[in-house]
């Protein structure tokens, strides 16, 4: 999907990207550059990108924002780390400079959080020069008193500001949906597989049964004890215990049959 996108803009601009997301990405990233061949990116989590501000000479002319909905709140030290990036990377390579946001999420849950995602894309896209300025041109309002004085409190986005806001985007904004591409991807095939327990599993199934003083109890614990662990609650806290499970080696001898497919 969306990964594939920024291959493509490496690959095109024959640079390793910089390339920012959330941590637990990272090793998913690495897979998917590696299984088409691509350079590996320089990945920073969010939390650890300010470490690049201290060497900006050494910045490549792509950086690749992802889950790039997790910066769409302009208050925030993780937006402000990745704004200055962006500048410092257009400032050192002008108009050879491209800064990428990727997102699973087609539109930000409120339409004003367009702005900043703007702003880190391409300084000035929109006009207004703030999310305060684009709240006050989309949203409808009314003023209330909490007991510190009247303020604008949003009940509810103007229909035409919000559509229009679609034009403004163009040229800028690409979304892409599942649906637009249905045509192109193959049918999904479902496979059912019987899986025998091994004599410890269905040891500990008819244990866990036995110990459940309700159906509902005993039915969720086998359900966890099928996926492969199984919590117990204790006075420290939740514990989970890994068990070997039938599902997993299923699922590796199947991935080890399609691993050149």
Same mark, same amino acid.
């Given at each position: 999907?969306?990964?594939?996108?920024?291959?493509?803009?490496?690959?095109?601009?024959?640079?390793?990207?910089?390339? +920012?997301?959330?941590?637990?990405?990272?090793?998913?990233?690495?897979?998917?550059?590696?299984?088409?061949?691509?350079?590996?990116?320089?990945?920073?989590?969010?939390?650890?990108?300010?470490?690049?501000?201290?060497?900006?000479?050494?910045?490549?002319?792509?950086?690749? +924002?992802?889950?790039?909905?997790?910066?769409?709140?302009?208050?925030?030290?993780?937006?402000?780390?990745?704004?200055?990036?962006? =500048?410092? +990377?257009?400032?050192?390579?002008?108009?050879?400079?491209?800064?990428?946001?990727?997102?699973?999420?087609?539109?930000?849950?409120?339409?004003?959080?367009?702005?900043?995602?703007?702003?880190?894309?391409?300084?000035?896209?929109?006009?207004?020069?703030?999310? %305060?300025?684009?709240?006050?041109?989309?949203?409808?309002?009314?003023?209330?008193?909490?007991?510190?004085?009247?303020?604008?409190?949003?009940?509810?986005?103007?229909?035409?500001?919000?559509?229009?806001?679609?034009?403004?985007?163009?040229?800028?904004?690409?979304?892409?949906?599942?649906? =637009?591409?249905?045509?192109?991807?193959?049918?999904?095939?479902?496979?059912?597989?019987?899986?025998?327990? #091994?004599?410890?599993?269905?040891?500990?199934?008819?244990?866990?049964?036995?110990?459940?003083?309700?159906?509902?109890?005993?039915?969720?614990?086998?359900?966890?004890? #099928?996926?492969?662990?199984?919590?117990?609650?204790?006075?420290?806290?939740?514990?989970?215990? %890994?068990?070997?499970?039938?599902? =997993?080696?299923?699922?590796?001898? #199947?991935?080890?049959?399609?691993?050149?497919?």
């Amino acid at each position: 999907g969306k990964t594939l996108v920024g291959i493509a803009a490496s690959e095109h601009l024959r640079v390793a990207p910089v390339w +920012i997301g959330p941590a637990r990405t990272r090793i998913n990233i690495n897979r998917e550059f590696s299984q088409w061949g691509a350079a590996t990116p320089q990945f920073y989590s969010f939390a650890s990108a300010h470490k690049l501000l201290e060497q900006p000479d050494t910045l490549p002319h792509l950086l690749i +924002i992802d889950e790039a909905h997790e910066i769409k709140n302009p208050d925030t030290k993780r937006y402000e780390v990745v704004q200055r990036l962006a =500048d410092v +990377i257009r400032k050192c390579h002008g108009n050879h400079a491209h800064v990428l946001l990727l997102s699973g999420t087609p539109s930000p849950k409120l339409p004003s959080e367009w702005w900043s995602l703007c702003e880190v894309a391409c300084p000035g896209f929109l006009r207004e020069g703030s999310q %305060q300025q684009l709240t006050q041109r989309l949203a409808i309002t009314e003023v209330v008193d909490y007991g510190a004085g009247p303020v604008n409190r949003v009940i509810g986005w103007d229909e035409t500001e919000v559509a229009f806001m679609r034009d403004r985007l163009a040229g800028l904004v690409l979304s892409q949906f599942k649906s =637009d591409h249905l045509p192109e991807l193959p049918d999904k095939t479902y496979r059912r597989v019987n899986l025998k327990p #091994s004599p410890d599993v269905a040891k500990l199934a008819r244990a866990v049964v036995a110990n459940c003083e309700t159906v509902i109890e005993g039915l969720t614990k086998l359900r966890q004890l #099928s996926d492969g662990f199984l919590y117990e609650h204790t006075p420290a806290g939740r514990v989970t215990h %890994q068990i070997d499970c039938p599902k =997993d080696q299923a699922l590796i001898d #199947s991935l080890e049959e399609n691993e050149h497919v």
